[in-house]
């Protein structure tokens, strides 16, 4: 299973500069990749005898070019410049494959990065090591044993960051997930998620929180003068912020992903369609506040590594609205209702609790269905909790291409 460890890095003066320039020749080589697939895409149009533009094709060309027309790229890795378009041909991929859009130019000081393959470096504790330029020192070591598959430097705001991918062929050393059987898991926009044990985990509002003190250094960023250093310096401190804001949001998706597949052996939850529902302006804010998607992600890779099962339901499975006691469903329940009354069976529901259980059942429901043990092992995840019985229920969570390796 490949798993990307993201670890901070202590770089000297020159050490830093090294990483600012070999970014910028990452994203000088992006953006003359995309420029050339660009050109030579609409002249393949025009005279189809002509190639069509592909990654490999345009790595070639630019080494045959470099030497002559950017020496300056002999100065940093080789690897910053390939992997850029290596990467722009997975850009590409996804965007044919109808995941993402059409890629963009990279700009200056917007995710600067540049990526090694697993030759172009070594770690060693507490240090990894970059050609041309020796140790760096690492604020914590590698936590996953395995091959390291390659290493994206990248910055955010004043820091820099090394993203380790690892091919770990064992997470046993994990412990098991605790024996707290199945729970659904319901995502809310007030509440981030509330389960079927009626527990609920009230949403992060970082952004809400700091929001006077962003908008006061956007407003300060404004004023001051194009190209001078004032604005340099409110820039620099607007991202800090920015970078904080999204550390305290990662810190809690990550502790909830955690303490769930650390209890539950099977979860349940909605496939949400967050692309549909970001259109939506009131409830986009929330939404990007709280990572549906890479709540979603995580779980999703953090059971897999403790034998743990995420069933995801279909997307048309009414949750809401149905009745958790009696099956019965309504025709319509509005965001706005927290609280309703069954008319069949009397039953008083919270919305979420509600959804919750339900999520329960369609996953108790997924489980019995694609294994020939049923209700027996759902309340024990321990036993049920073999590579055999995951690799056969897995399919049902594994309906979108999700990466495992954040960068
Ligand atoms: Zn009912």
Redo the contacts with the bound molecule.
Sequence with gaps: MLIAHRIALDPNNVQATYFARAAGTARFAYNWALAEWKRQHEAAKANPALPKPSQQSLRRQLNAIKREQFPWMLEVTKCAPQMAIIQLGQAFQNFFAGRARHSQFRRKGVHDRFTLTNDQFDIDGCRIRIPHLGWVRMRESLRFAGKPMSATISRVADRWFVSITVDTPDTSHLPQAENQGTAGVDLGVSTLVTLSTGETIPAPKPHKALLDQLRRLSRSLSRKQKGSANRKTAKARLAKLHARIANIRADTVHKLTTDLARRFHTTCIEDLNVRGMVKNRHLARSIMDTGFFEFRRQLEYKAAMRGGVVVVADRFFASSKT?S????KLDDLPLSVRQWT?P????IHDRDVNAARNLLAYGLAALSGSTASSAGCQACGEAGSGPDRKTRVKPASMKQEVSFAPV
């Design positions: 009745c006691a009696c099956g019965r069954c069949d069976c009397g039953s």
